[in-house]
Nanobody, 121 residues
Framework: QVQLVESGGGSAQAGGSLRLSCVAS????????MGWYRQAPGKQRELVAA???????NYADSVKGRSTISRDNAKNTVYLQMNSLKPEDTAVYYC???????????????WGQGTQVTVSS
């Protein structure tokens, strides 16, 4: 019904920058919440940043001041700009969206397939 496709992951050196993108497509009436999570090896998945349709944002303390989440609602796209990267940012990054579907109208939660971010020191 809905697909989330991430791009922009890759390798970077500490202090560098990466920009992740996630495009949602499918049977979408409206997207409420969009955000980014990450999961490092041996660790639980954690919230990195999230954005509501009203423009409110929240960030994990570990990325606050270094990352910016933004949305293009017309394109059903969310971005995560990450600066001053650290080796501990290394993880698989997942896009997440709370989507209100068309007929029947109800909200469901969707995840992307993940994109690897590797930061070397």
């Amino acid at each position: 019904q809905v697909q989330l496709v991430e791009s922009g992951g890759g390798s970077a050196q500490a202090g560098g920058s990466l920009r992740l993108s996630c495009v949602a497509s499918g049977n979408i009436l409206r997207i409420n919440r969009m955000g980014w999570y990450r999961q490092a090896p041996g660790k639980q998945r954690e919230l990195v940043a999230a954005s509501t349709s009203g423009g409110s944002t929240n960030y994990a303390d570990s990325v606050k001041g270094r990352s910016t989440i933004s949305r293009d609602n017309a394109k059903n796209t969310v971005y995560l700009q990450m600066n001053s990267l650290k080796p501990e940012d290394t993880a698989v990054y997942y896009c997440n969206a709370g989507v209100i579907l068309r007929a029947p109208v109800f909200e469901n939660d969707y995840w992307g397939q993940g994109t690897q971010v590797t930061v070397s020191s």
